[in-house]
C-alpha cells in the first residue's frame, strides 16, 4: 500500500516550459487535491477533485491545469512556467466521509 | 490576509518539557480543525483533530484546545522529545468537503 506518489521528486523548468506533476493514490480515495508550500505563507490549495470528472479551483489557479479521469490519478499540469510557480507541491487525498488529508512527499519545483 | 495564523515561526524546548503550539484564526464558520507535522523532504502527517463541538482532545502524548470565543487553539505535547523536531501546521476547513485552510507553520525544536 503505497499511499499518495508524486513525481518526479525534483524539476528544475526555464521560463515558458510546459510540464505535468503526476499524482497518484491507492486508497480509492474521492477527493484528491494539489497545494503549494511556499516560505511564510503555509499549504495554498490549487485546485482540487471531488471524483472522476469532477474539479474545481482553489485558491491560487491561475497557471494550473488538472483533470482527473480515473479514481487513482490527478495530474497538475503548468502550461507555461513562470518564476512565481517555484515551490514545492503536494498532493493529498482523502475519503468521501474522512476529514483526513494523506500527503505525497511533494515535488520541489523550480523555474528558472 | 490569512485566515489560519501561527505567530510563532519557531519554538524551542528542552526534552521532556511541555511544548505549546498556538494557531489563531479569523473565519467563525470554521468547524474542524487538524494539526499536521512536517519532516524535511517529506509530506505533512496528520498529527490530531478536533471538532468545533469540542473544546478538547487527546491522543497519547498529544492534545488539542480549542478555545470558539477567542477562534484560538493549541496544541499541546507532553513529555516532549527529540522526535517531535519538525514544522507544526495548523489547518481548518470551514463547513464542507475536504478543503482546509494552512497556517504558515512553526518550527518545533526539541533539544535534548
Known amino acids: 500500500n503505497a499511499g499518495v506518489t508524486q513525481t518526479p521528486k525534483f524539476q528544475v523548468l526555464k521560463t515558458g516550459q510546459s510540464m505535468t506533476l503526476q499524482c497518484a493514490q491507492d486508497?480509492?480515495?474521492?477527493?484528491m487535491s494539489w497545494y503549494r508550500q511556499d516560505p511564510g505563507m503555509g499549504l495554498r490549495l490549487i485546485h482540487y477533485?471531488?471524483?472522476?470528472?469532477?474539479?474545481d479551483q482553489g485558491e491560487v489557479p491561475n497557471g494550473y491545469n488538472v483533470s482527473r479521469s480515473t479514481t487513482e490519478d490527478f495530474p497538475l499540469r503548468l502550461l507555461s512556467a513562470a518564476p512565481s510557480q517555484t515551490s514545492v507541491y503536494f498532493c493529498?487525498?482523502?475519503?468521501?466521509?474522512?476529514?483526513?488529508?494523506?500527503f505525497g512527499s511533494g515535488t520541489q519545483l523550480s523555474v528558472l | 490576509d490569512q485566515q489560519v495564523k501561527q505567530n510563532s515561526p519557531s519554538l524551542s524546548v528542552q526534552e521532556g518539557r511541555i511544548s505549546i503550539l498556538n494557531c489563531d484564526y479569523t473565519?467563525?464558520?470554521?468547524?474542524?480543525f487538524l494539526w499536521y507535522k512536517k519532516y524535511p523532504a517529506e509530506g505533512p502527517t496528520f498529527l490530531i483533530s478536533?471538532?468545533?463541538?469540542?473544546d478538547k482532545n487527546e491522543d497519547g502524548r498529544f492534545t488539542v484546545f480549542l478555545n470558539k470565543s477567542a477562534k484560538h487553539l493549541s496544541l499541546h505535547i507532553v513529555p516532549s522529545q527529540p522526535g517531535d523536531s519538525a514544522v507544526y501546521f495548523c489547518?481548518?476547513?470551514?463547513?464542507?468537503?475536504?478543503?482546509?485552510?494552512f497556517g504558515p507553520g512553526t518550527r518545533l525544536s526539541v533539544l535534548p
Open positions: 493529498a487525498s482523502s475519503s468521501g466521509t474522512g476529514l483526513k488529508l494523506f
Open positions: 486508497m480509492n480515495h474521492e477527493y
Open positions: 477533485s471531488v471524483g472522476a470528472g469532477i474539479t
Open positions: 473565519n467563525s464558520m470554521f468547524d474542524y
Open positions: 478536533i471538532s468545533s463541538i469540542k
Open positions: 489547518a481548518a476547513r470551514s463547513g464542507w468537503g475536504q478543503n482546509f485552510v
